[in-house]
């Protein structure tokens, strides 16, 4: 069982910053791929990025075309933690952001992640 607490979202303007981040309950962390998901208002969730797990894909990162070059995943499995650095945010990134687990390889399909946090709000004013 791994529980997700993710924090870090807040208000922002057009071209700021901000940093994500997901505490994960467990002893296998390291074995679990991660991912980044939102969801905006009216729309379906989105894939936003993912990083494989130490034993799949040699934590190898993905991810979705519309954060290509603006937004970087990172773990750090002694200390249990997603990251997702969003840098360049514009207002279309407005959304919840969920961080997701599965213990397997990474996917950018939510159907395949057994674990969610809550969601962190990300507002992003123009």
């Known amino acids: 069982q791994v529980q997700l607490v993710e924090s870090g979202g807040g208000l922002v303007q057009a071209g700021g910053s901000l940093r994500l981040s997901c505490a994960a309950s467990?002893?296998?962390?390291?074995?679990?791929?991660m991912g980044w998901f939102r969801q905006a208002p009216g729309k379906a969730r989105e894939f936003v990025s993912a990083?494989?797990?130490?034993?799949?894909?040699?934590?190898?990162?993905d991810y979705g075309d519309s954060v290509k070059g603006r937004f970087t995943i990172s773990r750090d499995n002694a200390k249990n933690m997603l990251y997702l650095q969003m840098n360049s945010l514009r207002p279309e990134d407005t959304a919840v952001y969920y961080c997701?687990?599965?213990?397997?390889?990474?996917?950018?399909?939510?159907?395949?992640?057994?674990?969610w946090g809550q969601g962190t709000q990300v507002t992003v004013s123009s």
């Open positions: 997701a687990a599965r213990y397997g390889d990474k996917s950018f399909q939510e159907q395949n992640y057994d674990y």
């Open positions: 467990g002893r296998t962390f390291s074995s679990y791929a």
């Open positions: 990083i494989a797990g130490v034993f799949w894909s040699g934590s190898t990162t």
